[in-house]
């Protein structure tokens, strides 16, 4: 049996000869045998047909491919290459897929849809960008990156070749293969090439496409654009080369057709400012617009068109000048056309009239004489051998010559546009490589082909057998490279019909040399041709025609009439016409023909010169013919693609309606067979078409091995026993190195094997299914008759039982009923006889329970009589026992309370505590006057010191600038080196050795201030024990009095013991009198440091947050600090300087003295309350009358100790005070004083008399107090010498005979209850002030509640959408009003910062003038000072350095910093500690130092970004940033910042800077880092999602079902010949485990981590989904089962990290669904709507598109049907109205550079600034903690 006998068996479809579909499918409908002269068909609507075969017949029809191969991407993976086949697969992929591109071998077939696709977006640009052809869906975008990626690979340049008739797409293909090129190559550099060659496309679509009968945007002329690259790969430029331009459209136009574009695009923008002087109209009213009739193109606004050309033309260069000039030549080129030439009356000569409007707007747009133009329109010049005449010419003559003319003119321009593009274009730099994209014409063929389509057609031969010889070397390479046998494949070869053109004397040949002729016609030239060509192959006659010739062309015959080829072929233009318009005064008609020579004309002109002149020598180019050049041009074409590596891209019509999406038979085939695809075809089926690696072949055809081969670790082996097995025939296929080759037909073949195996298994095991089936019924059967029987016998025996049982139930009812009706007589009788004994025996009863009531009622009566008589007994007895115990207990208290009475009269214990706690603050007090003396005497001491070293510094001064006077004299003489120099040296030791006795003595001091103390601290610590005891002594005299209480003496004894207690309280004011003395002395220490004036800077300026020990003027006396700042701002800051010091102990002077003034009115205020409550105290009065005169008198001599004091004081101030001034006045009044210590002086004196002024308001303001202190105090003690003095002389009377202790005693309480007692009211004041408050507050918040209660009513009753408005404009009013407080809080803030700052910088500055004016030494005692003053102790997080040790800070932390290094440390210890230097610069008050830092650490993180864009270092550095925004935050003091602080945390917190901005930069810097973290980590994992999400075999068992003739294409692959990186899913997700390990690791925030985890896993859906949408190979169900599979890893591994919670998990969802659409069923109207609702995150689009890529995995699987897809269609789109969604078109792929918005929460850090740790192995040693 043959190899036909088991191809054409029963049900095998073929494909038959149709006239209407050119092919049409049947199938067989019986077995074909040798020999039979019918084939049985029956065609697909059911009829039957004999289809005659044979010798004498047809030959055997096409067999049909499997329906597994229908659809394929590649036509040669057809297993039967033939046209019907690749009909039929063009036909299914474009109409029911909608797939417009489609491979055939190395040719990209494309069709054109007539209708806007979105499948040219940025987005699927990226997804082809990197992958190899045959990776992805077939498309333009594949074929650029093919040639982009070999001219990289192989360093040679590449050449795309677009072809195919008018309208079949080639300029869009075209375009959108160079915008490919300007996406992935862009420019290195900033020039924006890639913008400039985009741009040429409008330029050269406006004046070089038209609209035709075919095509509303034909391309009129050839053009091939080389892009060249450098070594980079990256556009450098580009160049532009046309061919043959449609010149003749210019002057005509066939019915429907137009002119080109950019006549109408002037004519439609004519009423536009700019092109007013052109006086265009309408395109109706110009001739060479209007022959089409028709101007205008649908959905095209020319208008609009124009602007987009001048875009272009501004964008490569071309300024509105010389557009201006390009649109006058356009305009004058249409005028020229509406000048009417009159014909005379002889009809041998024509006129224009000189009144011609168009003929004047002509000459004046191009800048001619009008005359001379109006004369040689209608004449021509001759010149014979002896003379030149001027002869006259017809009118017909001259409408040829001005068509001529105007069509002369655009070329011109056209090839000067095209210039100024490629100067625009031009590569400013080396180039190395270049791709160039060729769009030319196709094959054409009309009714009338002239001399235009004679040239296309010649172009298309050639360009046809550089392809058949490139498809043939491509073929015999790989041959070659699998080392196979092959012979010389039989291939049509075009070489004779191109020797017919252009061989010598061919048809190109015979047209010049008639073109030569002076009286050649169209006639004669045809004549040679008959003569000459007639026995060629190629070359036929016309049998009715003696005009035309037919050329048997690769494609089809075409018939070309001979009629006007000379005239095109001349292109005659006069040359009188010429020499005026180079006489042109616009200069870009001058330049277009004002070197004829250079610009290389393409067109031949009879030139006739005057005999009487000079000869001039030939123009050889001028000379040149149209063909003739053409022809040249076409041979440096095929040298330059011959010299490239050629793509091939066919473009393809499919209709002549220009219908979207509709396919016609005829159309298609008739292009295919003219473009070289089915020559491809013939070429790949003459070979070995289909090729399968030994892998694939042993994964699809191993059920039709045997058990022991597929074990076998051979595969090749076994594939090759397999086929030797199978095909018996060897020469069918041939064994390479890694692929098998077949011959057409035998994959289809083996298929048909392989589906007979899958029926016959299917068969045995439908028959074991079966079988078993039937088994089961049989059991079932026999089940069901036991379980009948069962049942039967069951019903019968039940059946008898029954009768049984009703027999026996009758007997016993008959038993029961008579033993009922003889019991029921018994029970009568027996209820008759209870009866009558019950009621016998009630009568008994009741008899008996009357007589035993009455005997109870008895008993009763007599029980309560005698309880009565014994209670009144008992009560009696009870009253007389009390009276006895009241008597004897009265005793027993008198004889106690005698004894209490002895005890309170004895005080002699508390007397000597009392004595020994005087002691003890005497000797205190003592102490504290010896500490003082000495430092004083310490003080003075220091004071000499000071002064006989600044004056010895003057000295020293004085006398170094005399020697550098002398000096400068000296060298001005010049005379050599003076003694002088000498002393000069011997000053500077005496100044140094100075300067060393200076700092001695600072050591000395602060030594010993350091012992003063700790001295003041060992006082503080006796102070409070004696406060303890005191506390003591208070308890025992609070027991004591209460006891006392109702003794008539404790009055004198609490008087005695508040008087006890006033010495005490005066002996605590004397040491906080002493304490206060000691901090005025360190002051005065600290601000003789500074005269003769006083100077701060901010370590020895205190504030409300300092812990120094002594008072300044700072901002915690904001009063005088405002009013010393004033008085400095008025009298400038060099000034108020000079007197700060004495400013400073006046105002302090001025402060004690208010204090005493204010407590002198407390005292007055306290008496007069007194005398005002006298009317409550009488009583209390007249019992401690004595006690307050006793106060009184003590109050009086403390008030007199303590005004001696000041006046002391105030003397020794004023001493001091007259010592500086007399100092102060001879330093002025020195003859060598500066002016400014003069000035100085004066303001000093000033500022002295207002503060003495001020001091003698506040004496009298003290001695105003005294005197009513006085007065009070007399008034009182009258009021109680009058009232009280009878009361008190009776109870001293009645006093004990122990009247000194009694009296102490009675003093000790009175004491007591006056202390208390001001206690008591001090609460009481206390308590009711904070009832106020508290009042106030609740007020308050009634009225809060009210105003709430208010809008919630009015909530209520509102509409929800009401409700909602309402509820916004509450929170915007709440938050309005927060606004507001808080920017009136910042205000006031930043006021009272600038105040300081302000005073900061005028005594930092006087302090820098007192440096420079000391020679360093004062500035040398300051910094000394501030280091003894802001000395820490314990550690507080700061961190100090010098500013010349920046750049080595900011190098070792960041430039050179290697994250590993930080491994087992705090993470972000960079941000840490940059922060803990910021913090310290902010202390010190240093502004510049916090700038600079910052600064160079966000310069040097953007360096070391930019230099390191790995990730590991990305994030560690997006870590530290933001642990320092967050830290700048977290110490920035704002109150929002602080709410999770700890206490220690808050005192961190930045003094003087707000760092706001800051926060911003380093805000915006961490964006930045972000988004290069998210392109680095995109960067890496993006080679492995396709591979490990998508290519990868996660599943084992599902790798044996890769579609049937899937054929890599070997050009594609790179060199490892690999189709991808191989990753798999594990590594995918050890590098995601990576990123987060390194993220955690370093210590980024979680919720940037999970922002970074969502952006990376939307990138793997992105660019999953796009491939997905892309690839027809994936669209299947074992790819969704693996595709899930992977995807639920995927979210596996979020759960495990933690990462689910971040919203990553969302982001899988598309690719999650669209894994669920592969795998649902697919066929029911009940699974659209499943799928419907399933596909929620798919637009419909995507869904779509899905749903016509889906492969069946065999043949067993059915194809989704086109009536369900448009089923899902009408459901999403009636959804998508439901929704109200947009109406825009949804994109089809998904934006892979699209991201999330970043959100940076703020996450304060638990860790304590001083718990940070620096390693040493940083080596940050110049770090000092501060």
Same mark, same amino acid.
């Given at each position: ?19 209407? +579909? ?5 199938? =067989? ?40 191969? $229908? ?35 190395? $040719? ?58 008018? #309208? ?58 080389? %892009? ?19 010149? @003749? ?33 309408? /395109? ?199 080392? %196979? ?121 009879? +030139? ?156 045995? =095991? ?44 009758? $007997? ?23 009866? %009558? ?136 003489? #010049? ?6 120099? $000498? ?29 003063? =103390? ?99 003027? @700072? ?55 007194? /005398? ?14 004595? &006690? ?26 004023? +001493? ?83 009247? @000194? ?29 904070? &009832? ?34 309402? @509820? ?52 040398? !005692? ?151 973290? %998210? ?67 370093? #210590? ?41 599979? +992977?995807?639920?890893?995927?979210? !596996? ?11 990553? /998990? ?69 959804? #998508? ?50």
């Amino acid at each position: 049996m043959s190899m036909r006998d088991h191809l054409y068996t029963k049900y095998t479809r073929v494909w038959i000869p149709d006239a209407e +579909n050119v092919w049409q499918a049947a199938e =067989i409908d019986r077995d074909f045998r040798q020999g039979d002269s019918t084939l049985r068909l029956r065609l697909e609507d059911g009829t039957a047909l004999e289809y005659p075969v044979g010798p004498d017949g047809n030959p055997l029809p096409f067999l049909r491919n499997p329906d597994i191969l $229908v659809g394929e991407n590649d036509l040669t993976a057809l297993s039967y290459l033939h046209e019907a086949a690749v009909l039929h697969n063009l036909r299914v992929r474009f109409l029911e897929s909608n797939h417009i591109y489609t491979y055939c071998g190395i $040719v990209l077939v494309a069709i054109n849809p007539y209708e806007e696709l979105q499948i040219y977006g940025e987005e699927v640009i990226n997804a082809y960008s990197g992958r190899n052809m045959g990776d992805m869906d077939p498309h333009i975008f594949a074929v650029a990156e093919e040639a982009y990626k070999q001219m990289a690979r192989d360093d040679r340049n590449q050449s795309i070749i677009v072809s195919g008739e008018s #309208g079949a797409g080639k300029t869009v293909s075209a375009k959108y293969a160079m915008r490919f090129f300007a996406t992935v190559g862009g420019s290195a550099n900033d020039a924006n090439v890639e913008e400039k060659v985009l741009a040429s496309n409008p330029i050269m679509e406006a004046i070089g496409n038209a609209k035709t009968t075919r095509n509303d945007n034909s391309s009129r002329f050839g053009k091939y654009i080389e %892009i060249g690259f450098n070594r980079s790969y990256h556009i450098i430029g580009a160049n532009m080369r046309t061919y043959l331009l449609e010149k @003749s459209r210019v002057v005509f136009q066939a019915e429907e057709e137009r002119n080109y574009h950019i006549f109408y695009q002037l004519c439609a923008a004519a009423s536009s400012p700019e092109l007013r002087d052109l006086c265009l109209t309408s /395109a109706e009213d110009f001739l060479y617009t209007s022959m089409g009739e028709n101007i205008f193109i649908q959905g095209v606004s020319d208008a609009d068109d124009l602007e987009r050309t001048r875009q272009a033309f501004r964008l490569l260069g071309i300024k509105d000048g010389s557009q201006n000039a390009i649109f006058k030549v356009l305009a004058g080129i249409l005028h020229l056309g509406n000048i009417e030439i009159y014909s005379e009356k002889d009809g041998e000569s024509c006129h224009v009239s000189s009144d011609d409007v168009h003929l004047a707007h002509f000459c004046r747009l191009l800048g001619l004489e009008a005359p001379q133009m109006e004369h040689w329109l209608c004449h021509r010049k001759l010149a014979t051998a002896s003379e030149t005449y001027v002869k006259n010419m017809s009118a017909r003559q001259a409408a040829n010559a001005r068509d001529a003319l105007a069509k002369h003119i655009y070329a011109r321009l056209f090839d000067w546009i095209v210039a100024r593009i490629n100067a625009a274009l031009r590569a400013s730099s080396k180039q190395h490589y270049f791709i160039g994209v060729l769009d030319i014409y196709g094959f054409e063929t009309f009714e009338v082909n002239s001399f235009e389509q004679f040239c296309i057609n010649y172009a298309n031969e050639k360009l046809q057998q550089q392809f058949n010889s490139h498809v043939f070397k491509l073929e015999q390479e790989e041959y070659i490279k699998e080392q %196979i046998p092959w012979t010389l494949i039989d291939f049509h070869d075009n070489q004779p019909c191109i020797d017919l053109i252009e061989a010598r004397l061919g048809v190109l040949d015979l047209l010049d040399e008639e073109c030569k002729v002076p009286k050649g016609t169209d006639q004669n030239w045809a004549q040679k041709l008959y003569k000459r060509h007639e026995a060629s192959p190629h070359f036929q006659k016309p049998r009715m025609s003696n005009t035309a010739f037919v050329i048997i062309h690769f494609a089809d015959k075409v018939e070309y009439e001979c009629a006007g080829f000379l005239e095109k072929n001349r292109d005659t233009v006069y040359d009188e016409q010429i020499n005026i318009l180079k006489a042109s005064q616009l200069e870009l008609v001058a330049d277009l023909f004002g070197d004829q020579d250079a610009h290389g004309p393409k067109s031949a002109k009879v +030139n006739l010169r005057p005999a009487r002149s000079a000869p001039k020598p030939p123009n050889k180019e001028h000379r040149k013919t149209v063909g003739l050049q053409f022809r040249s041009s076409l041979h440096l074409l095929m040298e330059t693609l011959n010299a490239t590596t050629p793509h091939y891209v066919r473009c393809i019509k499919p209709n002549d309606d220009k219908e979207a999406f509709s396919f016609d038979s005829h159309r298609a085939v008739q292009q295919l067979r003219a473009c070289g695809v089915l020559e491809t075809i013939r070429i790949s089926a003459a070979g070995y078409p289909s090729r399968w690696t030994y892998g694939d072949f042993f994964s699809r055809y191993r059920v039709l091995m045997r058990k022991a081969d597929v074990s076998c670790p051979d595969k090749k082996l076994v594939c090759q026993r397999v086929l030797e097995t199978l095909i018996k025939d060897a020469d069918m296929f041939q064994l390479g190195k890694t692929k098998i080759f077949f011959r057409a037909g035998q994959v289809a073949y083996l298929e048909k094997l392989r589906a007979d195996k899958f029926r016959s298994a299917c068969i045995t =095991i439908q028959k074991t299914a079966r079988g078993w089936l039937q088994r089961l019924r049989y059991q079932k059967i026999r089940k069901s008759v036991i379980l009948l029987q069962r049942y039967g016998r069951g019903y019968l025996a039940r059946r008898y039982a029954e009768y049984l049982r009703l027999t026996r139930a009758a $007997v016993v009812c008959q038993k029961n009923y008579r033993m009922a009706r003889e019991r029921r007589d018994f029970l009568a009788v027996r209820r008759a006889t209870v009866t %009558i004994q019950a009621f016998a025996r009630g009568m008994f009863t009741r008899r008996i329970y009357q007589e035993f009531l009455l005997h109870h009622k008895a008993l009763i009566i007599q029980s309560c009589v005698r309880g009565w008589l014994q209670r009144l007994k008992y009560r009696r007895m009870r009253r007389a026992a009390v009276v006895l115990q009241c008597a004897y207990r009265r005793c027993r208290a008198l004889r106690r309370f005698k004894v209490l009475k002895t005890e309170a009269r004895s005080a002699e214990g508390l007397k000597k505590l009392n004595t020994g706690m005087e002691n003890k603050i005497v000797q205190l007090q003592r102490k504290m006057d010896e500490q003082g003396k000495d430092y004083r005497e310490q003080n003075d001491q220091l004071l000499r010191a000071n002064t006989t070293l600044g004056t010895e510094l003057s000295r020293v001064q004085q006398q170094l600038q005399q020697l550098q006077q002398q000096q400068q004299a000296h060298s001005q003489r #010049g005379g050599a080196d003076s003694p002088g120099q $000498v002393e000069l040296e011997a000053l500077r030791t005496r100044l140094e050795e100075a300067r060393v006795l200076k700092d001695e003595t600072d050591g000395r001091h602060q030594n010993e201030k350091t012992q003063l =103390i700790q001295r003041v601290a060992e006082l503080e610590e006796e102070n409070a024990l004696l406060k303890s005891e005191k506390e003591e002594l208070n308890q025992k005299l609070k027991q004591q009095s209460g006891r006392s209480s109702e003794d008539v003496g404790s009055a004198l004894l609490r008087a005695e013991m508040d008087a006890e207690r006033r010495r005490y309280q005066n002996l605590l004011k004397e040491y906080s009198r002493l304490e206060q003395r000691y901090d005025n002395l360190k002051e005065e220490v600290s601000l003789t440091k500074f005269q003769p004036g006083h100077h701060r800077n901010l370590s020895n300026q205190s504030t409300p947050e300092s812990d120094s020990n002594y008072t300044s003027i @700072s901002t915690s006396e904001a009063g005088d600090a405002d009013d010393a700042l004033h008085l400095v701002e008025e009298m400038g800051v060099d000034k108020a300087a000079m007197d700060i010091g004495i400013f400073v102990k006046l105002q302090k002077r001025v402060r004690e003295l208010e204090r005493e003034r204010k407590r002198l009115q407390d005292s007055v205020d306290k008496m007069e309350e007194t /005398a005002r409550n006298k009317a409550c105290e009488e009583e209390e009065a007249k019992i401690l009358k004595s &006690a307050a005169a006793e106060q009184e008198a003590a109050d009086l001599a403390y008030n007199t100790l303590k005004r001696e004091e000041l006046e002391s004081e105030n003397l020794r101030l004023k +001493n001091d005070l007259n010592e500086l001034r007399r100092g102060v006045s001879e330093r002025a009044a020195d003859d060598d004083a500066s002016k400014e210590l003069r000035e100085g002086y004066d303001i000093l004196m000033s500022q002295l008399k207002a503060a003495s002024e001020e001091l003698d308001a506040r004496k009298e303001e003290v001695v105003i107090l005294r005197t009513q202190l006085a007065s009070a105090t007399q008034q009182r003690a009258d009021a109680w010498d009058e009232e009280g003095a009878d009361e008190v002389d009776a109870n001293v009377a009645e006093l004990p005979s122990d009247k @000194s202790q009694a009296l102490e005693v009675y003093r000790s309480v009175c004491q007591s209850n006056k202390h208390l007692e001001r206690e008591l009211q001090s609460q009481a004041s206390q308590h009711a002030e904070e &009832a106020r408050e508290l009042r106030a507050e609740v007020e308050t918040l009634k009225e809060d509640v009210e105003k709430k209660q208010e809008a919630l009513n009015y909530a209520t009753s509102l509409s929800p959408e009401a409700l909602l408005e309402y @509820s916004v404009q509450l929170e915007i009013t709440r938050l309005t009003d927060d606004n507001l407080d808080l920017k009136e809080s910042v205000e006031k803030l930043e006021k009272n910062e600038r105040k300081l700052k302000k005073q900061l910088k005028i005594y930092m500055k006087k302090v820098q003038e007192l440096e420079a004016s000391r020679g360093g030494r004062g500035k040398a !005692e300051l910094g000394r000072h501030v280091t003894l003053q802001r000395k820490e102790k314990d550690f507080e997080g700061m961190l100090e350095y010098d500013q010349e040790d920046e750049s080595l800070l900011i190098k070792t932390l960041i430039t050179d910093m290697n994250p590993n290094l930080l491994s087992g440390t705090v993470p972000c210890l960079p941000g840490y500690i940059l922060f803990m230097c910021i913090r310290h610069a902010d202390y010190v008050n240093d502004d510049r130092k916090v700038e600079s830092l910052l600064t160079a650490t966000i310069n040097a993180i953007k360096r070391a970004l930019k230099r390191n864009e790995d990730f590991e270092t990305t994030s560690f550095w997006l870590a530290n940033t933001s642990r320092l925004l967050h830290c700048l935050k977290q110490y920035s003091g704002d109150e929002a910042f602080m709410v999770q602080n700890t206490s220690k945390q808050n005192e961190h917190c930045l003094k003087n800077f707000d760092l706001a901005e800051y926060r911003q930069v380093l805000s915006d810097l961490s964006i930045q880092i972000y988004q290069q973290l %998210i392109r680095v980590a995109e960067a890496t994992i993006q080679p492995m999602i396709v591979s490990a999400m998508l290519e990868s075999e996660s599943i084992p068992s599902l790798a044996g079902v890769k579609p049937a003739g899937y054929r890599d294409r070997s050009s594609s692959l790179d060199g490892d010949g690999g189709r991808g990186g191989g990753y798999t899913l594990p590594a995918l997700i050890r590098q995601l485990s990576r990123f987060h390990c390194a993220m955690r690791d370093h #210590g980024l925030d979680p919720e940037i981590a999970g922002q970074v985890v969502r952006q990376l896993f939307r990138c793997v859906n992105a660019i999953t989904l796009n491939n997905i949408l892309l690839r027809k190979d994936v669209c299947s169900w074992s790819t969704g089962m693996q595709l899930r599979y +992977n995807t639920s890893q995927m979210e !596996e591994w979020l759960r495990a990290n933690g990462l689910y919670g971040t919203g990553a /998990a969302q982001a899988l969802a598309p690719v999650i669904q669209a894994a669920q659409l592969l795998q649902v069923k697919k066929k029911s109207p009940e699974d659209a709507d499943a799928i419907c609702s399933l596909c929620t995150a798919l637009n419909p689009q995507q869904i779509v598109k899905i749903l016509n890529l889906y492969t069946p995995l065999n043949e067993f699987e059915e194809r989704v049907t086109v009536s369900f897809i448009r089923n899902i269609q009408k459901q999403l789109q009636e959804r #998508g109205a439901a929704d109200g969604g947009d109406t825009a078109a949804p994109q089809l792929l998904v934006d892979t550079k699209q991201t999330f918005p970043l959100l940076f929460p703020y996450a304060p850090s638990s860790l304590g600034l001083e718990t940070v740790h620096i390693p040493a192995s940083l080596g940050l040693h110049f770090l000092v903690r501060v």
